[in-house]
């Protein structure tokens, strides 16, 4: 089969004849539809490897199950699917509890164990997820990120009257946007720094006046100004930098709520000024990891996966609108180096099949 491998730091290369993937009993294999490039996975690529190499990367895919390892498992052929990439230990403590996030000794598709740039991927059958017809491929390829939103969003307590700022207007960012806006709360603010991420929330429904770019002036008079001097209610971190965070701290009201999402890269540093925002305006300050999935558990509807799912079956959530690029897997390499050159406009890289 056709498969992208890291080989190394710097190093990827396309093969046209890697094996196709041998099956366990509890694996089938999956014709991957398609597989979106993570911002996760252009570091994995160009700076600090993945935990196994040579590897297959992508865990943001979606696809039709082939074969399965078990012949019982036979019915599964033919299902569209979406994918977990988490393989949780279930020994652990979080996985006992079923916060799989949380499992301290899991492996990853496409970062642990091969992944999604291929043709072809072996996945446990825990992992799938069954779509809907009225679910596409390209969207159950942004489920995985969905989910990531969906678990941020759920990680605070929001009512429908509530001021919620948004920070950062990346992936995550966009689609906690646009979540949030599902949800019916008015108050949805944005703060980012690029034309055509604002073209795309006002695509999504974020009012103009909800969004403002942090290099046309003071971002904390602003949302000062649209909250009667109070602050908002929430305010989420989706970016990973150290004034984002800090910035929070200033921007939500006494009794607020900050939700730290954004993965840094280096070290995070708090003044003793910020420090005390926390401690005088007995803030509630969250992080969130990952994304709740419960496989094939009775209370599987409760979590983050399946709340997505429902709501694009809804209509009301168009992952789709954030695809900027469509390539086909022989191309990868191409949408990595936009993602790592930062020399033309891209929010979700898409990989399909061919
Ligand atoms: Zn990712
Ligand atoms: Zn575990």
């Given amino acids: 089969m056709k498969a992208w491998k890291l080989d190394g730091v710097g190093n990827i290369n396309f093969y046209e004849d890697v094996a196709e993937p041998a099956l366990a009993q509890d694996q089938v294999l999956v014709k991957v539809k398609a597989c979106g490039i993570c911002g996760s996975d252009v570091p994995r690529v160009y700076k600090s490897g993945a935990h196994n190499m040579p590897l297959i990367i992508g865990h943001e895919f979606s696809g039709i199950v082939e074969k399965t390892g078990d012949p019982e498992d036979k019915e599964l052929v033919g299902k569209r699917v979406g994918i977990f990439p988490l393989i949780p230990c279930k020994k652990c403590p979080a996985c006992l509890s079923k916060k799989y996030e949380m499992c301290s000794n899991y492996s990853y598709l496409g970062s642990r164990t091969d992944g999604g740039f291929a043709e072809y991927a072996a996945v446990p059958k825990w992992n799938l997820i069954e779509l809907p017809n009225s679910v596409s491929f390209r969207q159950a390829a942004m489920l995985e990120p969905m989910a990531v939103a969906v678990h941020a969003m759920r990680q605070l307590e929001i009512g429908p009257d509530d001021s919620v700022l948004v920070c950062g207007a990346g992936t995550i960012g966009q689609l906690l946007i ?20 604002k073209q795309t929330l006002l695509d999504i429904g974020l009012p103009e006046e909800h969004y403002f770019d942090v290099k046309s002036g003071d971002a904390k008079a602003w949302i000062r100004e649209k909250t009667a001097d109070l602050g908002v209610d929430a305010y989420f971190e989706c ?11 200033d921007m939500v009201r006494a009794g607020g709520q900050v939700c730290l999402g954004g993965n840094p890269a280096g070290d995070m540093t708090l003044s003793q000024g910020n420090y005390w925002k926390i401690l005088r305006k007995q803030l509630c300050v969250r992080g969130t990891w990952n994304s709740s999935y419960l496989g094939d558990d009775t209370e599987a509807a409760k979590d983050d996966w399946h709340y997505v799912l429902e709501r694009i079956a809804e209509g009301n959530i168009y992952p789709e609108k954030l695809i900027t690029h469509e390539l086909p897997l022989s191309e990868l390499e191409k949408g990595l180096l936009i993602m790592r050159d930062k020399k033309e406009d891209y929010i979700k890289i898409m990989v399909e099949e061919g």
Avoid: C, P, S
Avoid at 239 to 249: I, K, P, Y
């Fill in 239 to 249: 970016v990973g930098r150290n004034e984002t965070v800090e910035q929070g701290f």
């Fill in 178 to 197: 646009m979540f949030l806006l599902d949800k019916g709360i008015k108050g949805v603010y944005a703060l980012g720094n690029k034309e055509f991420q």
